[in-house]
Every structure is written in C-alpha cells, then in structure tokens.
C-alpha cells in the first residue's frame, strides 16, 4: 500500500534536482575561497552571491517538473483531475522547493565547514540564509508558471539561461542599491555588519513574490487587489533598508599578537588569524634586512573603515590599549594593508603583496631616469636592492603580483649597466651584508642610496 | 518524390516546424537584442580597442544551441534500426548544418553587438558550445542536448573557478585556445552525433527494459 504522503515529485527526480542545485551552488562561491573562507560574514555573503548560478539552476528544476506531465503526454489527467491544476501546479513547485533547499544547503556545507575550520571569530547566523531560501522559493514558483507556457522539452534550458541573464543584468552596481534590495552584492563583509531585519526584509521580497504569482494563478480576478496590497505591505522594506550596512566595531576590534621574534602584528578581530601569515614574510624579510631593520617592528593593519582617519600617535595609542605584552619602547610601528589598494578590509593576505609594501617601508623608492628617447629607462639603486630582496624571497620580478607593483624583470627599466653592483651584491654574505646595509640605512631609508654605495 | 517532399519530409523528420523556427529566430532576435542593450550599460567606462566577453552574452548562446539540439532528435528508432542504408551520413551533414547554422548566424550578427565584445571569441563559443551539444545529443539523446553546454557555461562563468587565461568561453586575450577547442568539439561532436546519432530513444528504451526487469524480479 503506498503512503498517505505521496510525492508529485519522485524521490529520484527530487534528488537528481538537488544534486544539480547543490553543484550550482558550490560552484557559485568556492572559486573564490581566498575571499571567504575563515569568515563567516564573507561565508554568508559569498553563499548569497552564488545565488547567480543556484537559482538558474532552481528555476529549470521547477520547469523540468512543471513539464513532466506534457513531457510525458500525461497532461490530459492533470487537467481531467478533480483538484484544479493551479494546486497540482504550487504543490509540485513546492516540493521542488524542498529539494533545492536540500541542494542549496548541501551545496553550501562545504563553506560552512571550512570557515568553521578556520575561523576564531564571529559564528554564523542563521538568518542570513534566508534571502537564499527565499529566492529558491521564488525560483521554483516562476520556474513552474512560466516554464507551462513554454515548449516542455525547451523550458527548462530557456528559464535557466533567461534567469542567469536577468541576474547578471540586474547586479550592474548592485551594491549601490538599498540594503534590502541588494541580491547579489561582492563587497568585502569582513568588518562589516548589518541588522537581522535587513535580511528579514531580503527574503520577504522574493516570499510576496511568489505568493503573488501563485495567488495569480489560483485567482486571476483577485491579482491586482494582491499586489496592491503586498506593494503597499513591502513598501517600508524600501526605506527600512536604506544604508544599514554599517562597520562591526567587534570585528573592527584591533588585536596584537606576537607570533615570530622581533616582530608585533595588530590586526582587526574579525582577521586576527591571519596574524601568522603576516608575521612569517616579515620575519623572512627582516632576517634578510638584519642591519636595516634593527628595532623590533609592531605590524597594524587599521582599516580605514575601522579607525576613520587615524593619526601615527593614534595608532601608537590604539596598539598599546590592545597590546597586553610590553611594547618595547624602541619599536617601529609600520601600518600595512593586507592586499594593496583596496583599503585593508580583504580577508586575505598576499603575502607577495605584503613583502612589496614592507620593502618599500624600509626602501625608499628613488624617482627615475629615463633616456631620451623615453625607453630603456635605467634601473635605480634602490630597484636593484628591492629586486635583490626578491629574488630571495621568491617574489615575481614582472609586476604581475599587482596593480602599482613595478616590473624589475628588465621589461620597464634596464639592470645592464648595474651588472657590477648586482655581482657584487650577490657576492656578500650575511654578515658583510649587514654590515654593508647598517653603514647605509640612513641613505637606503631616504632614498639617497648611489652607485658609488655599492662597494 | 520530388526533391521538396523529400526536403519536407526530412525537415519533419527532424521536429523542423513553424513553431521552432519560430522559436529559434526569437531565441536569436532576444539574445542580441538584449546583449545590445545590456552590455553598454555594463561596460560603460571600456576604452576602445578593449575586447572581452560579456557572461550574459555566452549564457544566451545557450538559448539557440538548445532550440537547434531538438532537431538532433531522432523520433522513429524502430526505423532507423531497420534501414537498409547507413544512416551516418545524414546525420553528419545534419551535424554540420546545425553547426554551420549556429556560426554564421552568431557571425552575422556580431557586427550588431557593441565593440566591447569579441567578435572573434563569440564565434568561436558558438561552435565550441555548438559542438558540445552535437556530443551530448549524441550520448544522452536529443531532448537534453542543451545540457553539455549549459553546464559548461555553467562552469565556465562560475567566479575564479576557472583561471582566467585556461577560460576559454571568456578569454578575450587568448582567442586562439578558444578557437582550438571550437574545432575539436565541432570535430568530435560531429562524429560523435553521427556514429550515435540520437542515443535519447535507445537509452529510454534500455531504461525502461531496465525497469521492466526490476519490476518482473
């Protein structure tokens, strides 16, 4: 005797469906790990963003089985049945629901775990997760209606290319829209936060919706009154959600660590892990600079997001409140950005990056010379040595590591004349090395370093 | 039969009717209507000389290349298994229609798509999805031929999943691997739809043997 539960959906078709989300999902975010992982705010929002490849992949699951019937060329009962079509219809559109929210969320664990994994701050927040559940729901609903009208063997394929579509059109500058409405939104979470309702009022567009369009179907007479009603009703989420990203002053937190020797690394909350990552390249560095870099060195990365427009003796202040260990006097406090250029929120460190901004700490860039017919531009004092300290760290010479980065490849500048000096830096070991860079740090840290210094 | 019966009824044959042809020239109208509007505003700042590929623009190729996979159907099995030609021939030329179809409508519509968008590379995604949907409907059958290029658009335009310089669907500056690949898949697909021909029918049909023996049990 069969169950009292039947399924319009079979269990095979159901699970095939919500392998095929799954998959969507997975590959909407892991890509990009670097952005994410260890952060669950980034987690959350990199899950919400892949939302561009699951729900084309929800919406041609609904019409997949929307069209089971007319595939089968069984339409006939449906339409013969004595329940109206309409129920059939939002019955099977739920029970797709059901197995992308399956897919979605099994899509979603890997994430889940490795940020769990990783992460010593924050925990994840359920709520979130709503405006995911809810655009499946609305994914599932239209994938159901439109895919009727479309030819049955097509619509699965037109809807999903049709969703990808509209998504991608509709997240141009996304992030500029209000809170609420945002969908799709690649800014870095990692020091930023937003109230619980935000999310409330980003799963409850896509909710109406797919209320409206069932409603729609059921009673055709009474869609307007519906969405007069559910506009009005949804109205306020246009204001509530106005601007309500705002920092996390927990995650904002500065936090100090003193993971290798010599060297102080203060960090927001929400990336002190990462701590390690920045202390070991600037150990390497400042093992490799021993004679330059003689005090101990206090790393901070102070986002701007974090500390608004902060001051040196600020950020001092700000290091020794958060540093229980003692600050030794003679410390060097040199601020740092985890990834250049992009305001020190990123979740990651490069560590390529990292050592091409430390190096210029302790290295001064010197302006260049150019010949006159502007090519071949000579190679500076100080190109010489940073190209030096690269080639011992394993750092790329081409200027690939990122925007701003100089090539010292010989592409830009020419090293040929130097030949001698280079030999001859080469040849020094660590201790004539150190002598020969304590004899010229002053000349080294102001960019006043010659070719005759090089002897 | 005159040579128009014949044409009549080997386009019937193959699902060719009003409706998709209707089907397939809205497919096409819309992707490059909407590829037209769309992409100015997306890439609004480009400096001209600048190529590159528009995600909603590959994803859309999928919409045509799906509407052509149902021709690739073959609806009368117990006929082909018993005609007394080889049916590999027809099929490959209906492969290369298909895939000849799909490139010059993709090629003489390009000039209609703002500049910012690779000509070149669009061509050469029409014949590489256009290939791999020969060889899906060749091994799961004609009704899920889209299902081989849309998954690879799917995978393809799926964030930092692919490094940029191996994608090939969207690597502006690397059009030549693009145009590799569109060969061997147009090469490979082909061959594949005319060795298979439309496996749809005989693997439903092995499925439901299958099925019959799992109920007979």
């Known amino acids: 005797m069969s169950a009292r539960l039947s399924l319009v959906v079979p269990v095979r078709t159901g699970l095939t469906l919500a392998l095929v989300v799954a998959a969507a999902q997975a590959a909407g975010y892991l890509g990009r790990w670097v952005e994410w992982v260890g952060s669950w705010s980034d987690t959350e929002r990199a899950n919400g963003n892949a939302i561009i490849l699951s729900l084309p992949a929800a919406v041609g699951a609904a019409a997949w089985v929307s069209t089971t019937a007319r595939r089968r060329r069984f339409d006939g009962l449906i339409q013969a049945a004595s329940r109206p079509a309409w129920r059939i219809s939002a019955r099977q559109a739920a029970e797709t629901w059901l197995w992308v929210c399956a897919g979605l969320l099994v899509g979603a664990l890997p994430g889940v775990l490795w940020t769990a994994r990783e992460a010593t701050f924050d925990q994840p927040h359920l709520i979130r997760w709503l405006p995911l559940l809810a655009g499946g729901l609305l994914g599932c609903v239209v994938g159901a209606t439109v895919g009727h009208r479309l030819p049955p063997v097509l619509a699965a394929p037109l809807l999903a290319v049709g969703c990808y579509v509209v998504l991608g059109f509709a997240s141009i500058e996304a992030e500029t829209s209000t809170e609420a409405l945002t969908l799709l939104d690649g800014r870095s979470m990692t020091l930023w936060t937003a109230p619980a309702w935000v999310y409330l009022a980003q799963a409850a567009w896509p909710t109406l919706a797919a209320a409206a369009v069932v409603i729609r179907r059921a009673h055709p007479w009474r869609s307007w009154a519906f969405g007069m009603l559910a506009g009005a009703a949804a109205a306020p989420l246009l204001y509530v959600g106005y601007a309500d990203r705002r920092p996390d002053p927990a995650a904002a937190a500065l936090t100090c660590r003193n993971d290798a020797p010599g060297v102080v690394v203060c960090m927001p909350a929400a990336t002190a892990r990462l701590s390690p990552a920045v202390s070991g390249p600037a150990r390497e560095l400042a093992m490799l600079l021993r004679g330059l870099i003689t005090r101990p060195v206090v790393l901070v990365n102070l986002p701007g997001v974090a500390v608004g427009k902060r001051g040196y003796r600020d950020v001092v202040a700000a290091v020794s409140q958060n540093w229980d260990g003692q600050l030794p006097e003679t410390a060097q406090v040199v601020r740092f950005s985890p990834m250049a250029g992009n305001s020190g929120e990123a979740n990651w460190v490069d560590r390529d990056l990292l050592i091409d901004a430390l190096t210029r700490t302790w290295i001064r860039p010197q302006p260049g010379q150019q010949d006159l017919s502007g090519k071949n531009a000579h190679a500076t004092p100080d190109d010489l040595l940073r190209r030096w300290v690269f080639e011992r760290l394993g750092v790329p010479l081409d200027g690939s590591i990122g925007p701003g980065a100089k090539p010292l490849d010989g592409s830009l500048v020419t090293f040929e004349p130097l030949a001698d000096e280079a030999a001859w830096l080469d040849g020094l070991n660590q201790r004539q090395r150190a002598a020969w860079l304590r004899a010229h740090r002053d000349a080294i840290r102001s960019g006043a370093l010659t070719l005759a210094d090089f002897q | ?217």
Request: hydrophobic share 55%; net charge positive; charged share 10%.
């Open chain 2, 1 to 217: 039969m005159n040579q128009c019966t014949i044409l009549a009824t080997l386009l019937a044959a193959r699902r060719v009717t009003p409706r998709l042809l209707a089907v397939l020239a809205a497919a096409w109208l819309t992707l490059f209507a909407f590829a037209s509007v769309t992409v100015p505003l997306k890439y609004p700042y480009e400096s001209p000389g600048v190529e590159l590929m528009d995600s909603g623009v590959v994803a859309g190729l999928v919409a045509p290349i799906s509407v052509l996979g149902r021709t690739l159907d073959e609806p009368c099995l117990q006929l082909l298994a018993a005609a007394s030609r080889r049916t590999w021939r027809e099929r490959l030329g209906w492969a290369a229609l298909v895939l000849a179809l799909t490139v010059a409508v993709t090629a003489l519509m390009t000039p209609i798509l703002p500049r910012v968008v690779s000509g070149q590379l669009l061509v050469a995604d029409a014949a590489l999805l256009s290939g791999v949907s020969l060889a899906t409907g060749g091994f799961i059958g004609g009704d899920l031929a889209w299902l081989g290029p849309l998954t690879l658009v799917g995978i393809a335009s799926a964030p930092g999943l692919v490094p940029a310089q191996w994608n090939a669907l969207y690597a502006a500056s690397n059009t030549q691997l693009a145009w590799i690949l569109a060969v061997l898949s147009a090469i490979l697909g082909a061959a594949t739809y005319a060795c298979r021909g439309s496996a749809g029918p005989q693997w439903r049909q092995r499925l439901t043997q299958d099925l019959a023996g799992v109920n007979a049990e």
